[in-house]
């Protein structure tokens, strides 16, 4: 592999913050024999987060729904290097970055770039609500997936140990997940039909005991989806005996109890306490420290707070060379894997043209004569020319709410419509995940995971 381009300039160096949606999905379609190319990402793999919420409860086992990112750029054309590191600071005038091993050790290191795409997607969000931060779990990465199994056994198993009917048993086996937005919705769909359909094979007596409760906010869940979708996972929910407690805000959380202030139609609060054995916050999502360390540093993101400001070209307000995609960019769209694929997808056509148009600028500097330079000049202005906004094709909507049921926000050109419930819908989510699983590999794990469960039910062990 050679270090000139075709023009014979050395090629620029490249460097990618994540690994996952926007990152992966910009990796997946560059051509890397166009730069020299590095990732950094304290995460060594991609997760395909939609299928996230089944693994818990062992629907999908966590291994299923990762791809290493060096088997991701194992396919491209050209030579990858992978750092596990996380990008700590950034010093956007001098094209350096530091970098420091995901761990307590001090192993820092200076990364130099040519151009920085930053895709380090987002975090929690608690709002700093207390005992969040230490006594719930999250639903955001794999380890998070494996705690939240571990957790549901434990209850499980301690509960067995008090008598029926008990309040400590009662305590226990009272699961919540607090945020009615997608992510709470699937998994309290999914929590639901493993009681339903595993545990109260094993543990009868248990299962008749699992209460679980779904706490949101504002007056309905999914408000990000149609109307008539918010009403049909709410009567699912009913059907399938989820408590679903809305108009409810969770103010504080100890390691037994959860309060929370429900506001009543006349206008006036009532505080509940809900004591529980498991809890799950799907609250939303910030940016995380090393985005709003740039929202500090960078002139130009002056009052910048969901994400980095970024232009029609996704270039980072301020800068030269610092791109960013996917939940760390505020482009107006929603945080979703979808919108940071197809931004991934754009930088990585805009990165061949960029090469294309460094090479016309050094040729450009090379030109001897008037005449040569102004054809390079004409070739440069259609090049850049050539560099399109990005524009989001919004393609729908799905969200599982449990007992084989979903709900999807279709979209199909200019036509759009909604689906709700059974087999069909069911079919569509399924087959669209599928689809969308980034590997053949992936896509055949997923679909083993389904055909094992159908089969032989979820296998719950705790590891
Ligand atoms: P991520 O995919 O979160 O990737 C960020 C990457 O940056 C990670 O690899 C991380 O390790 C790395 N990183 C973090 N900090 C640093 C640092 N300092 N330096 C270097 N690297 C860093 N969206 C949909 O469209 N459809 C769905 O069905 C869907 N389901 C979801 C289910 C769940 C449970 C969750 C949590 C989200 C779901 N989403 C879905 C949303 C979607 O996952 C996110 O919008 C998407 O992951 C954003 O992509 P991203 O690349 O910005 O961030
Ligand atoms: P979200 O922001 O969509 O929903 C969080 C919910 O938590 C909100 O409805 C909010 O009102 C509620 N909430 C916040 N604080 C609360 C409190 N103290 N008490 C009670 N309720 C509280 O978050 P999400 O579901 O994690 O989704 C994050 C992003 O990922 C979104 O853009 C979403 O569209 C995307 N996503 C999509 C899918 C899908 O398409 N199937 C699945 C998961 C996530």
């Known amino acids: 592999q050679t270090d000139l381009t075709a023009a014979g300039i050395e090629k620029k160096h490249l460097v990618i913050l994540g690994s996952g949606w926007g990152a992966a999905s910009m990796l997946k379609d560059l051509d890397t024999s166009l730069y020299k190319v590095t990732i950094i990402s304290p995460r060594s793999y991609f997760l395909f987060t939609p299928l996230l919420p089944s693994a818990p409860t062992g629907t999908i086992e966590p291994r299923s729904i990762v791809e290493p990112i060096r088997s991701i750029a194992k396919r491209t054309p050209a030579e990858v290097t992978y750092y596990e590191a996380d990008a700590t600071d950034l010093d956007y005038s001098n094209n350096s970055l530091k970098i420091k091993f995901p761990d307590s050790s001090a192993v820092e290191k200076e990364v130099k770039y040519d151009y920085l795409v930053v895709a380090v997607g987002a975090q929690p969000s608690t709002f700093n609500i ?56 699937e998994f309290a769909g999914e929590l639901k039909d493993y009681v339903d359909e595993d545990l109260s094979k094993w543990m009868p007596e248990i299962a008749k005991e699992v209460k679980v409760t779904l706490i949101e906010a504002l007056p309905n869940v999914l408000n990000s989806f149609s109307k008539s979708l918010w009403t049909y996972a709410q009567k699912t929910f009913a059907e399938n005996d989820i408590q679903l407690l809305v108009n409810t805000a969770v103010n504080n959380v100890t390691d037994t109890v959860i309060t929370a202030s429900t506001k009543q139609k006349d206008g006036s609060t009532e505080k509940k306490e809900l004591p529980y054995g498991m809890l799950v916050w799907a609250g939303g999502i910030r940016p995380t420290d090393f985005t709003t360390g740039l929202f500090k540093k960078i002139e130009g993101q002056a009052g910048a707070r969901r994400g980095l400001l970024v232009d029609e070209n996704l270039k980072v307000k301020g ?21 940071a694929h197809q931004e991934g997808h754009y930088l990585a ?20 004569n008037s005449d040569e330079k102004s054809k390079v000049q004409t070739r440069l202005d259609a090049a850049l020319a050539d560099i399109k906004p990005f ?23 200019t036509f759009s419509s909604t689906s709700t419930g059974g087999a069909f819908t069911y079919l569509i989510w399924r087959s669209s995940y599928i689809a969308m699983c980034i590997s053949a590999r992936m896509r055949a794990l997923v679909a083993a995971d389904w055909l094992k469960v159908s089969l032989f039910g979820r296998d719950l062990t705790k590891e």
């Open 130 to 185: 207390p005992g969040v931060a230490d006594y719930a779990c999250f639903l955001k990465e794999l380890p998070d997936a494996i705690q939240v199994r571990r957790k549901i056994l434990e209850s499980v198993e301690k509960a067995s140990l008090f008598p029926e009917g008990s309040a400590e048993r009662k305590r226990l086996l009272h699961f919540v997940v607090v945020g009615g937005g997608p992510t709470g919705v």
């Open 349 to 368: 056509s805009t990165f061949a043209k960029r090469a294309a148009i460094d090479d016309l600028e050094a040729e450009l500097v090379r030109s001897s």
């Open 391 to 413: 524009k989001y094709n919004h393609l729908g909507s799905l969200s599982y709410v449990g007992a084989e049921k979903a709900v999807a926000d279709l979209v199909w050109g």
């Open 319 to 339: 800068t030269e060379n610092v791109y960013a995609v996917g939940d760390c960019a505020f482009t107006g769209h929603p945080p979703t894997g979808q919108v």
